[in-house]
């Protein structure tokens, strides 16, 4: 014990309570900017705040990688998924005319749209690459609208902080932040590689998130919901992935 | 270096001190297999690359980069494990005190 001085033990007193407020300030500010993801709690939460937070503060408004049209991968991959359901099947085998995308939540003007409505919007497109956490990636030409564009179409609220899209199966759902949902490459995809998006790549109607890992491009959407809480979905985290143990932030 | 080879632990006097290839290997660990393995770590993140482009372009794409970041990661691995076994030949107890407190037990020589 003689080898700890009074003025050190003064010194680790004072350095320890400047880094506890240092924390709580830093805390209080994070939830006041929205640097806070939903699952920042259990043992990765703090990993998930950190990559959350700093993405947000430095690549708010960075694009993705796009590339020429020589590294397009051929053929593009289509990864295994589960089986389709009825439902799915009765709207393929019509062609997918029936197939809409219905927008709700804190909009202006809840409204449903057709895939030919879609279409008739100015079209976009991007080629950049699909990278999934399993590793596998490739690079394809997608085209469709942006999401900012139907969200403009509806008139998003100004509280509005997320948007959840769903895919036709039930078990497959999430939700980005309004920096992502109003990103200029983020898609709803209905093209890819100049023709139909196929099935097997979330056609007919795939979201698009070039600076997420792939699982949070879901396939297959018919709903879009606008909100200012992540409450009230499933179990409140923001998404079935991130139920399953997945990160909310999917940016790495 | 060739008591090294003979597989020959050094004396008690010489083990508070690092050798040359102690030295050589934490240097190699600090200065290029740490930075390397969070730069390719980063050229693996979507969300990172889209404001710093460099970062995967220089590896010759993403996947170059999950290539690299594996085989690095292997060789930390392997650090990590020779590093176990020296600190338990060394004498576990000891060390871990000369880790923690900085300075090696009251019954040893300062070197």
Redesign the interface.
């Known amino acids: 014990m003689s080898d700890i001085s009074r003025r050190k033990l003064i010194t680790t007193g004072l350095a320890a309570a400047a880094g506890v407020t240092g924390l709580g300030v830093a805390a209080h500010m994070a939830q006041k900017y929205g640097l806070v993801p939903p699952d920042h709690a259990g043992i990765f939460g703090f990993g998930e705040t950190l990559t959350y937070a700093s993405q947000r503060l430095l690549t708010r408004h960075s694009l993705a990688r796009e590339f020429p049209r020589s590294q397009i991968s051929k053929p593009p991959l289509a990864n295994e998924m589960p089986p389709l359901k009825d439902e799915f099947k009765r709207l393929q085998a019509g062609g997918f005319a029936d197939w809409r995308l219905s927008v709700n939540g804190m909009v202006a003007q809840p409204a449903s749209f057709s895939l030919d409505q879609l279409k008739s919007y100015p079209s976009r497109s991007q080629i950049t690459m699909l990278q999934c956490e399993e590793g596998w990636s490739y690079i394809a030409e997608w085209i469709g609208v942006p999401l900012s564009l139907v969200l403009e179409l509806v008139g998003v609220l100004p509280q509005a902080r997320y948007v959840f899209y769903f895919s036709i199966d039930p078990y497959w759902w999430e939700s980005i932040d309004m920096a992502d949902a109003l990103h200029p490459q983020t898609f709803l995809a209905y093209g890819m590689n100049g023709d139909e998006l196929p099935v097997g790549n979330g056609g007919p109607l795939r979201l698009r998130l070039p600076r997420q890992l792939g699982y949070k491009s879901v396939k297959f959407i018919t709903h879009l919901t606008v909100t200012d809480s992540l409450k009230g979905f499933g179990k409140g985290l923001g998404s079935a992935s991130t139920e399953a143990g997945y990160a909310w932030y999917a940016g790495i | 270096m060739a008591n090294h080879l003979r597989f020959q632990r050094p004396s008690a006097a010489e083990a508070w001190s690092y050798n040359l290839l102690q030295r050589l290997s934490y240097l190699f660990v600090i200065l290029v297999l740490f930075p390397l393995v969070i730069w390719t770590g980063l050229a ?8 710093v ?1 460099a970062t ?2 220089l590896l010759g794409g ?2 170059s980069a ?1 290539t690299l970041h594996f085989f690095v990661s292997l060789a930390l691995l392997l650090f990590v494990l020779v590093h176990v076994v020296m600190v338990c030949l060394a004498g576990f107890r000891s060390r871990m005190r000369a880790m923690i407190t900085g300075r090696p037990g009251k019954n040893m020589e300062r070197i």
């Open positions: 693996m993140s979507p969300s990172f690359v889209s404001a482009p995967v372009t993403q996947q999950r």
